[in-house]
Nanobody
Framework: RVRPVESGGGSVEPGGSLKISCAVSGDTRRAGRRLCVAWFRRHPGKEREGVAATCTGGSSTYYADSVKGRFTVSTDIAESTVYMQMVNLSPEDTAMYYC??????????????????????WGQGTQVTVSS
């Protein structure tokens, strides 16, 4: 069992940048399995959508088309923390951002990694607001 906790949300102007974090505690290391962490967001009045994902043990990441080229995920293994750097933000990026984590066997990142039902463990979310 793992526990993700988000932090770093806030308010920025259009075109600005923000870096949010997901600290994962608990049973982060399991033999034969890799920990994958994904970011999701929920716009007001809309369903939650997958944004980006990464797994330990490799450098691969996977992004939704809506954020590709603007959002970058990185991992600090020692701190069990996943970061998401967001640049060139627009009001359309305003949402509650959630971090989800779970273990998988030999995962190959793809569309499955941005589906809510893939993950069992979720954080409480951090709000990102982009407005002038």
């Amino acid at each position: 069992r793992v526990r993700p906790v988000e932090s770093g949300g806030g308010s920025v102007e259009p075109g600005g940048s923000l870096k949010i974090s997901c600290a994962v505690s608990g049973d982060t290391r399991r033999a034969g399995r890799r920990l994958c962490v994904a970011w999701f967001r929920r716009h007001p009045g809309k369903e939650r959508e997958g944004v980006a994902a990464t797994c330990t043990g490799g450098s691969s990441t996977y992004y939704a088309d809506s954020v590709k080229g603007r959002f970058t995920v990185s991992t600090d293994i020692a701190e069990s923390t996943v970061y998401m750097q967001m640049v060139n933000l627009s009001p359309e990026d305003t949402a509650m951002y959630y971090c989800a984590a779970d273990h998988f066997t030999a995962p190959r990142l793809g569309a499955w990694s941005l589906k809510s039902e893939t993950f069992d463990f979720w954080g409480q979310g951090t709000q990102v607001t982009v407005s002038s």
